[in-house]
């Protein structure tokens, strides 16, 4: 199990009231939607720097860089 770790951070007033809707609308903790929007932005973050990989690879080897990214893709999902 993961270790919880508490943390303050000051966001824009109409961020926390998306927060805190997007909370009351799923019927979690302000804590579980911030968490899910972590993993999320994670996630993007590592598919771009995938395909900016697969991007240059394709650059010197095409059919190499077209037979990985769509395994690589649904690997992440």
């Given at each position: 199990?993961?270790?919880?770790?508490?943390?303050?951070?000051?966001?824009?007033?109409?961020?926390?009231?998306?927060?805190?809707?997007?909370?009351?609308r799923t019927?979690?903790?302000?804590?579980?939607?911030?968490?899910?929007?972590?993993?999320?932005?994670?996630?993007?973050?590592?598919?771009?720097?995938?395909?900016?990989?697969?991007?240059?690879?394709?650059?010197?080897?095409?059919?190499?860089?077209?037979?990985?990214?769509?395994?690589?893709?649904?690997?992440?999902?």
């Amino acid at each position: 199990m993961a270790t919880r770790t508490k943390v303050t951070v000051s966001i824009d007033s109409s961020l926390d009231r998306l927060l805190r809707e997007q909370a009351a609308r799923t019927r979690t903790s302000v804590s579980r939607v911030v968490e899910e929007a972590l993993r999320l932005w994670q996630r993007r973050r590592l598919e771009q720097d995938l395909e900016r990989g697969y991007r240059e690879l394709a650059g010197q080897a095409p059919s190499d860089a077209e037979d990985f990214l769509p395994a690589v893709r649904e690997a992440l999902e």
